[in-house]
């Protein structure tokens, strides 16, 4: 009786520090990167932790790997066209991604982030200012101004104590709060979102128009 071929194992693709990496953006997204572990995410990728050790050397070289991939997904400027096209799309780019990935806004602002993404990321931005016609110096100004509005304006975004639609509610609640005498224009502008008239959302776009025409007529101003 012919005997029957056994089933072929099964084959686990390698890994590679860019997967280790991407599992572990992926992990992050999911749990958050306080969550994130060597542990977890060894049984994320269905290894021992040990593992992940011939890709990255810790926990904090992951950390500067996956910053690094969340960089490579914003949009970078292109040098040499209408700067303030470019800068805007580079700011409203970098602001849905890091919506998409709620815990790299604080990474990218704590730590010294040198990976390939990141340093393309930046001299593609000296770039696009310089040949604008700032300086160096002022590029240097220019770009840190737009990223301050892009950091803590997704930051707010995303702890905000209220969604939206919970706006005017919570103003109804806190109106009792705030004694006309003492409160006036807080009171007015509550009354404006109790009432539907002003929707309370905070709008990036207004913040980053702002900073955009200040600098093109410091650009003006030579």
Same mark, same amino acid.
């Given at each position: 009786?012919?005997?029957?071929?056994?089933?072929?194992?099964?084959?686990?693709?390698?890994?590679?520090?860019?997967?280790?990496?991407?599992?572990?953006?992926?992990?992050?997204?999911?749990?958050? &990167?306080?969550?994130?572990?060597?542990?977890?995410?060894?049984?994320?990728?269905? !290894? *021992?932790?040990?593992?992940?050790?011939?890709?990255?050397?810790?926990?904090?070289?992951?950390?500067?790997?996956?910053?690094? #991939?969340?960089?490579?997904?914003?949009?970078?400027? /292109? &040098?040499? $066209?209408?700067?303030?096209?470019?800068?805007?799309?580079?700011? /409203?780019?970098?602001?849905?991604?890091?919506?998409?990935?709620?815990?790299? /806004?604080?990474? &990218? =602002?704590?730590?010294?982030?040198?990976?390939?993404?990141?340093?393309?990321? !930046?001299?593609?931005?000296?770039?696009?200012?310089? *040949?604008? $016609?700032?300086?160096?110096?002022?590029?240097?100004?220019?770009?840190? +101004? =737009?990223?301050?509005? !892009?950091?803590?304006?997704?930051?707010?975004?995303?702890?905000?104590?209220?969604?939206?639609? *919970?706006?005017? =509610? +919570?103003?109804?609640?806190? #109106?009792?709060?705030?004694?006309?005498?003492?409160?006036?224009?807080?009171? $007015?502008?509550?009354?404006? =979102?109790?009432?539907?008239?002003?929707? $309370?959302?905070?709008?990036?776009?207004?913040?980053?128009?702002?900073?955009?025409?200040?600098?093109?007529? !410091?650009?003006?101003?030579?």
């Amino acid at each position: 009786m012919a005997k029957k071929p056994k089933a072929r194992a099964k084959r686990r693709t390698p890994l590679s520090r860019e997967k280790v990496l991407r599992a572990a953006v992926t992990l992050a997204d999911e749990i958050g &990167i306080g969550s994130l572990s060597m542990r977890r995410l060894g049984e994320e990728l269905g !290894v *021992e932790a040990m593992s992940l050790y011939k890709h990255a050397a810790n926990k904090d070289d992951i950390l500067d790997g996956i910053v690094d #991939l969340v960089v490579s997904e914003i949009q970078l400027p /292109t &040098i040499g $066209g209408d700067w303030k096209v470019a800068m805007r799309r580079r700011a /409203t780019s970098a602001h849905e991604v890091l919506l998409r990935h709620p815990w790299a /806004t604080m990474l &990218i =602002v704590s730590r010294a982030n040198v990976g390939p993404a990141m340093l393309r990321y !930046v001299d593609a931005t000296i770039g696009c200012l310089r *040949e604008a $016609g700032f300086s160096y110096a002022m590029s240097d100004h220019a770009w840190n +101004a =737009v990223d301050s509005h !892009v950091y803590g304006f997704t930051l707010q975004k995303l702890n905000f104590p209220f969604q939206p639609e *919970e706006y005017a =509610v +919570a103003a109804k609640a806190f #109106l009792p709060k705030l004694p006309a005498d003492r409160y006036p224009y807080l009171r $007015g502008l509550s009354q404006q =979102v109790i009432d539907g008239s002003h929707d $309370g959302l905070h709008d990036f776009q207004f913040g980053l128009e702002l900073i955009l025409d200040g600098l093109e007529r !410091v650009l003006r101003s030579g």
